[in-house]
C-alpha cells in the first residue's frame, strides 16, 4: 500500500511476490539503502514516488506485467544506471527518471505512445534506446520536447 516502506533506510533487498498487483504510492520512497529490487509477474502498476530517493538502487528489472509506472516512480535513483521499460507500458509519467545522474541506457518499447515533462533526468551523457523505427518514435506524443535525448533506434533487447 501507500508508504508501506517510506524510509526504511536499513531496507537493502527485497522480492514483490507474485501476489502482489500493485505498488503502491510512496512505498518505498527514501529507502537509501535498498539496492536490489525483484518485482514478479503480478505487478501491474508502479505508483507515484514509489521508489523515489532511493540512492543506493543500481538496477531494477521490470517485469512484462507492468503497464503502468507513475510519475517520478525512480526520481533521484542516483546509483541507477540502466533500465529497460517493458512491453505493454504507453505512458512514461513526468520525472520518472529525473534525477538519476547515472542512467546512461533507458529502453523504450514500441508500446509507449506518450513521453510526459521531464521524464528523463537531466543530463547528457545518457541514451535512449527504442525499440522501434525513427518513424515510429515520431508518432509519440512528447509534451516536453527534451533536446538532449540521444535516441538510437531499432534497438534488439538482449533475452
Do not use: M, Q
Not at 510512496?26 to 505508483?47: D, E, K, M, P, Q
Not at 517520478?72 to 520518472?96: H, K, M, N, Q, Y
Not at 518499447?109 to 535512449?128: E, L, M, Q, W
Amino acid at each position: 500500500g501507500w508508504n508501506a516502506f517510506e524510509g526504511c533506510t536499513s531496507l537493502t533487498s527485497i522480492t514483490i511476490p507474485d501476489s502482489v498487483t500493485s505498488i503502491g504510492v510512496n512505498a518505498f520512497y527514501g529507502c537509501t539503502g535498498l539496492t536490489s529490487i525483484t518485482i514478479l509477474n503480478g505487478v501491474t502498476s508502479i505508483g507515484w514516488n514509489a521508489f523515489e530517493g532511493c540512492t543506493s538502487l543500481t538496477s531494477i528489472i521490470i517485469p512484462d506485467s507492468v503497464t503502468s509506472i507513475g510519475g517520478s516512480a525512480f526520481r533521484g535513483c542516483t546509483s541507477l544506471t540502466s533500465i529497460i521499460i517493458p512491453d505493454g507500458v504507453t505512458s512514461i509519467e513526468g520525472f520518472t527518471f529525473s534525477n538519476c545522474p547515472n542512467l546512461s541506457c533507458i529502453v523504450v518499447p514500441k508500446s509507449v505512445k506518450r513521453i510526459d515533462c521531464s521524464a528523463f533526468p537531466n543530463t547528457h551523457g545518457y541514451g535512449v534506446y527504442y525499440v522501434g523505427t525513427k518513424e515510429e518514435w515520431k508518432s509519440i506524443e512528447l509534451v516536453n520536447k527534451e533536446s538532449t535525448l540521444h535516441i538510437k533506434y531499432n534497438y534488439v533487447p538482449e533475452e
